[in-house]
């Protein structure tokens, strides 16, 4: 069982930079493929960026290319989305999450343990 805390969202403007936190619990932690999925009002959940376990393979969404960068740090059992060159499109509501099984990176239906979310609003 994994349990999984954001944090570090807020108002900005855009161009501006954020630097999103997921705290991470759990023995099966280091097994996980972290990923960072992203809900704007209205619209389904989108994917963002994942990791793999030993943080040498990461995929992004084609709309955060060059601008977001995922990162994991299993001593600290944390998982960070650094985002640079935000844009108001960017705003969503940001969720970290642990998939257990290789493959289907960019579903978001295929991630099985979830945190709380965090607000990223950006405003023009």
């Known amino acids: 069982q994994v349990q999984l805390v954001e944090s570090g969202g807020g108002l900005v403007q855009a161009g501006d930079s954020l630097r999103l936190s997921c705290a991470a619990s759990?023995?099966?932690?280091?097994?996980?493929?972290m990923g960072w999925v992203r809900q704007a009002p209205g619209k389904e959940r989108d994917f963002v960026a994942t990791?793999?376990?030993?943080?040498?393979?990461?995929y992004y969404a084609d709309s955060v290319k060059g601008r977001f960068t995922i990162s994991r740090d299993n001593a600290k059992n944390t998982v960070y989305l650094q985002m640079n060159s935000l844009k108001p499109e960017d705003t969503a509501v940001y969720y970290c999450?642990?998939?257990?099984?290789?493959?289907?990176?960019?579903?978001?239906?295929?991630?099985?343990?979830w945190g709380q979310g965090t607000q990223v609003t950006v405003s023009s």
């Open positions: 999450a642990c998939k257990m099984i290789s493959g289907y990176y960019s579903d978001p239906r295929r991630y099985n343990y």
């Open positions: 759990g023995r099966t932690f280091s097994r996980c493929y």
């Open positions: 990791i793999a376990w030993g943080g040498g393979s990461t």
